[in-house]
């Protein structure tokens, strides 16, 4: 069974920066595709980067040239690195792998952005 948590979120102030972190069960974040998404309250989820098996990278606009998603095969986790961080990037984020046909989604960490 895959699972996936997600950690590093928090409250942080408009133009800072946070880290989050993805831990997955078993090896699978090296051999398949990942992803961050996240939902505000009253919107519906939102996808925000992807990383392929190959190593390609992939943005919404939105957060494009401000956040980084990365992984460390040998723990087995991927990240996303949050810069310039603005209030309308407060939401929960989700990591999410893709194995096969199915995604598989954390419980998601809370992120939020002062002005």
């Known amino acids: 069974q895959v699972q996936l948590v997600e950690s590093g979120g928090g409250l942080v102030q408009a133009g800072g920066s946070l880290r989050l972190s993805c831990t997955a069960s078993?090896?699978?974040?090296?051999?398949?595709?990942m992803n961050w998404a996240r939902q505000a309250p009253g919107v519906q989820r939102e996808w925000v980067a992807v990383?392929?098996?190959?190593?390609?990278?992939n943005y919404a606009d939105s957060v494009k040239g401000r956040f980084i998603i990365s992984r460390d095969n040998a723990k087995n986790t991927v990240y996303l690195q949050m810069n310039s961080l603005k209030p309308e990037d407060t939401a929960v984020y989700y990591c999410?792998?893709?194995?096969?046909?199915?995604?598989?989604w954390g419980q998601g960490t809370q992120v939020t952005v002062s002005s």
């Open positions: 078993g090896s699978i974040v090296s051999g398949n595709t």
């Open positions: 990383l392929t098996s190959g190593g390609s990278t």
């Open positions: 999410g792998a893709r194995l096969g046909p199915s995604t598989y």
